[in-house]
């Protein structure tokens, strides 16, 4: 469990994998093609949540402080595409969808790029905040 307030119409509870299907939905819609959510091995998940190998929530670190929410996710960005760019906007997108979705506040998403995809994945780590 990610947050829960208590208010007068009763108590609102979000989880962690309403989040994390809110990133997921984002990344596939607005950068399908560019960038894919990994974990710290570089396996792209949507790929091997397919198969029921693990979920995405798994690939993706969340902590509440303050009332405010911070990310750590793991990405492979295609080959040729602007790291700087695409991560700028990526962040920016995430940031926005999460407080338009969620009303909480994101404080901070880090986005670790653990490879650059061409026709197999060239592993980096870059570690990128916002």
Known sequence: M???EINGQGT??????????????????EFK?????SNK????????????????????????ERGQVYLKMYIIIKFG?????????LIARLKETIEEKSLMPVKEITLVING???K???KRHIEIKG
């Open 81 to 89: 595409v602007s790291i700087k760019a695409t991560t700028d906007e």
């Open 41 to 64: 091995k570089s396996q792209v998940s949507s790929f091997m949540t397919k198969f029921g190998a693990r979920n995405v929530t798994d690939d993706i670190e969340m902590y509440l």
């Open 33 to 37: 093609g560019r960038v894919w959510i």
């Open 2 to 4: 990610l947050y829960s």
């Open 12 to 29: 609102v509870n979000i989880n962690d994998s309403v989040i994390c299907q809110i990133i997921e939905e984002t990344v596939d819609a």
């Open 116 to 118: 650059v995809m061409s």
């Open 120 to 122: 197999q994945v060239a």
